[in-house]
């Protein structure tokens, strides 16, 4: 039971994950995201019944002084319609290109909607980073101070040149830039955040991603979808433009209501019929082969992209395997760093080793922990490129 109720909690965690997902935005930018969901519904909808011709209500009133008698005003009313039944295929091809387009267009939402979600969590991966940064640079400062003690009391000792001391006390300075540099960003990164998100940054925690296969990511990637529903879409709007110049059949109907008729003539009468026709046009080869240029193009572009998403996780993987080597070799430091310090740390007890030893050794020891914790957080922002670009 512990077991199951485990795996439904990791389940309901990543369920929780993914519905909390559009709330890192903020609330207009959720709101515009579902305006242009809606509008694309309503385009694509009179897109697909383009083919529908409209009812046309006529109403005209005339005043004529063509009879001995007085002027006599002719009033008619009439309703009409003229409706394409068929256009060797165009009609059909018009509703598969509608309902392609919509796809292609929800797909171009979610695709924008996802990059601005991924940039708000890059924003909160740079806030950690600089905060890490700024814990760095407070160490090295501390162990600048500590170095600069030492070298003036050499110095007053005659035991060492001025210079030695200049050096030391330039290279805090630097330090001391760097870290009002890092302040600086913070708070424009801080900004930057406000501008997305309602959230508080400082608060909000980072998610913990993980590595994708090259399987899925080519099988889920939204710019592959998007060239897919593209390429599609291109077929069909070649076929509509194929059929335009082919023959069409339509019906015509319409119904007259007049206030004044000839004698034999009825007030209220229809007309109806049907028409067939083919347009002739010098254009018409070059129109069809164009649209069939720009099916081929849009094959093509999927090929690429295609290509281009294997190339881009590829490059991911190579750079978390130069992390991955910085951090062992930042482990070995920090080991190497735990064995001087506790070295240090006994011949302080012996009267070897001064406190100021031993405290700059504790600092650069935690200068590497900050250092394993800034490239961890730099791996999180190379999964999250792939984790943009993933459907689900």
């Known amino acids: 039971m512990k077991k199951l109720f485990l795996i439904y909690s990791l389940f309901a965690s990543a369920f929780v994950l993914a519905d909390d997902l559009p709330n890192y935005l903020s609330d207009y930018k959720n709101l515009i995201f579902d305006y242009?969901?809606?509008?694309?519904?309503?385009?694509?909808?009179?897109l697909h019944d383009s083919w529908i011709s409209p009812v046309t209500l006529s109403y005209s009133k005339n005043w004529t002084n063509q009879y001995q008698r007085d002027t006599v005003a002719q009033s008619l009313f009439s309703i009409g319609i003229d409706q394409p039944i068929f256009k060797s295929g165009g009609i059909y091809y018009g509703i598969k290109y509608s309902k392609l387009l919509k796809g292609a267009n929800a797909q171009q939402i979610k695709i924008q909607k996802r990059a601005l979600i991924a940039q708000v969590i890059d924003t909160l991966y740079n806030l950690k980073k600089?905060?890490?940064?700024?814990?760095k640079l407070q160490l090295l400062i501390k162990n600048d101070t500590i170095d600069i003690e030492r070298k003036n009391d050499s110095f007053e000792a005659g035991l060492l040149d001025s210079s030695f001391l200049d050096q030391a006390i330039l290279k805090q300075n630097r330090d001391k830039l760097t870290l009002l540099d890092i302040e600086s960003?913070?708070?424009?990164?801080?900004g930057a955040f406000r501008m997305l998100s309602k959230r508080n940054p400082d608060k909000l925690k980072t998610p913990h991603l993980k590595m994708i296969s090259l399987q899925r990511y080519k099988k889920q990637n939204m710019d592959v979808a998007l060239k897919r529903l593209k390429a599609k879409e291109s077929k069909y709007k070649s076929k509509m433009v194929w059929s335009r110049y082919l023959p069409t059949v339509a019906v015509h109907a319409r119904y007259n209501m007049t206030?004044?008729?000839?004698?034999?003539?009825?007030?209220h009468y229809g007309t109806y019929g049907i028409t067939i026709s083919m347009p002739?046009?010098?254009?018409s080869v070059n129109d069809i082969e164009s649209s069939r240029v720009s099916y081929l193009q849009s094959m093509v572009q999927l090929q690429d992209s295609q290509r281009g998403a294997e190339v881009e996780y590829r490059s991911v993987r190579e750079n978390l395997h130069i992390l991955d080597k910085k951090i062992a070799?930042?482990?070995?430091?920090?080991?190497?760093?735990?064995r001087l310090?506790?070295?240090i740390k006994d011949s302080v007890k012996?009267?070897?080793?001064?406190?100021?030893?031993q405290q700059i050794m504790l600092n650069s020891l935690k200068i590497q922990r900050l250092d394993r914790s800034i490239y961890y957080i730099e791996k999180q922002q190379q999964i999250l490129k792939l984790y943009t670009k993933v459907a689900h």
């Open 280 to 283: 002739l046009s010098v254009n």
């Open 130 to 135: 600089l905060k890490l940064q700024k814990r």
């Open 185 to 190: 960003n913070i708070q424009k990164i801080r």
């Open 350 to 357: 012996v009267g070897q080793k001064t406190k100021q030893d």
């Open 329 to 338: 070799l930042s482990r070995k430091n920090e080991a190497l760093y735990r």
């Open 341 to 343: 310090y506790k070295k």
């Open 36 to 46: 242009q969901g809606i509008k694309n519904d309503m385009e694509t909808q009179k």
């Open 259 to 267: 206030d004044i008729a000839a004698p034999g003539q009825k007030k």
